[in-house]
């Protein structure tokens, strides 16, 4: 196993790039900004080493974006309705970062904060272990939140775990998960060519803002439990005319057990793929539907569906399922498997 940590100036000050590569040469890369993942590469069939992410190229537009890319995302992912959520009989009121709603925790989003790190190695694995405390009222979200992240890789496996736990010192939310875009060309071109396959036959609907309303027996647009090219959905009238403007949906899977197939990405090209494995109930698939045409590590300008989130999540539907009491621990678990 291959470690290595460069510090970076930034116009955030001091980052860390934290590159683990082990025997399969399967490298992640990393940074403390977000406790983002940066990117990840392995080669493909014909033994050619390539990026399965799409990420921007400067740095300083990395952290910076508004997009998110690769980031922890947290305390609560996706949107809160009216920026408020009432917890035993208290109101709190959030930011109001998109329409009147809170999305991603607005500043206090754990992707805009420098993360504290360790490295633990031995002859199996590597476990880089990030952590982040949010402070009482930060972004309006109650409580002193102690977070942490752990990813773990094999010396022996092309696949990046991680593990997601956080602990309060008052009732509050937390929904914590990766925000990483896959596309199985490094960002060379869209994924409308990938065939996704979700192991879910129930999607949210939504309102004109994104909220949830629902969620419904997929219909044959976002039915995608056999398979199908990513284009099939994201250029269809009915999801480029909605506010989404392409993929933006809630998927419940139909098992929630972590040693199953809950999604996958398949780039036909090349023989990449990525199996998603999660405890969570539900997968974001957004389409990156709102790109920054800033350069990206492909070395091209990011243009529309050039990357393919799997958010992981508890669905806020009702806050009660994400709200977390200091009598216990917030924990939450993804697997992604790349052959």
Do not use: W
Not at 129 to 134: A, D, I, R
Not at 173 to 184: A, C, D, G, K, R
Not at 238 to 251: E, P, S
């Amino acid at each position: 196993m291959h470690i290595s940590v460069e510090k970076k100036q930034t116009v955030k000050g001091e980052i860390h790039l934290i590159t683990v590569q082990n025997e399969k040469n399967f490298e992640v890369c990393f940074t403390d900004y977000g406790a983002a993942v940066y990117y990840i590469a392995y080669p493909d069939k014909k033994g050619e080493m390539g990026k399965v992410t799409t990420a921007l190229k400067d740095l300083n537009d990395f952290i910076t974006n508004g997009n998110n890319y690769g980031k922890v995302i947290g305390p609560v992912a996706i949107r809160i309705k009216d920026a408020e959520a009432t917890i035993d009989g208290t109101t709190y009121h959030f930011e109001k970062n998109e329409a009147n709603n809170n999305l991603h925790s607005g500043s206090a989003n754990f992707g805009n904060h420098l993360f504290a790190f360790s490295i633990s190695a031995n002859e199996r694995k590597v476990d880089l272990t990030f952590t982040h405390e949010k402070e009482d009222m930060e972004g309006g979200f109650p409580g002193n939140v102690k977070a942490k992240v752990v990813y773990t890789i094999y010396e022996s496996k092309k696949e990046l775990n991680i593990k997601f736990s956080a602990k309060t010192d008052k009732p509050t939310l937390v929904n914590m998960t990766s925000h990483i875009y896959f596309n199985l060309n490094g960002g060379i071109k869209p994924v409308n060519e990938q065939i996704l396959k979700i192991n879910a036959s129930k999607v949210s609907t939504f309102d004109n803002h994104l909220i949830i309303q629902s969620f419904d027996s997929v219909n044959d647009l976002l039915d995608f439990r056999e398979g199908k090219k990513v284009k099939e959905a994201i250029t269809s009238p009915a999801l480029l005319n909605h506010r989404a403007h392409g993929l933006d949906h809630i998927f419940l899977l139909d098992n929630v057990d972590k040693t199953k197939p809950a999604a996958s990405l398949t780039n036909p090209e090349n023989g990449r793929k990525v199996t998603v494995y999660t405890s969570s109930p539900a997968v974001v698939c957004y389409s990156d539907n709102f790109p920054t045409h800033l350069t990206n590590l492909a070395l091209i300008p990011e243009e529309i569906n050039n990357g393919l989130t799997f958010e992981t999540i508890t669905p806020n539907f009702h806050l009660e399922d994400v709200t977390l009491r200091p009598d216990q621990t917030y924990t939450s678990f993804v697997k992604y498997k790349f052959n």
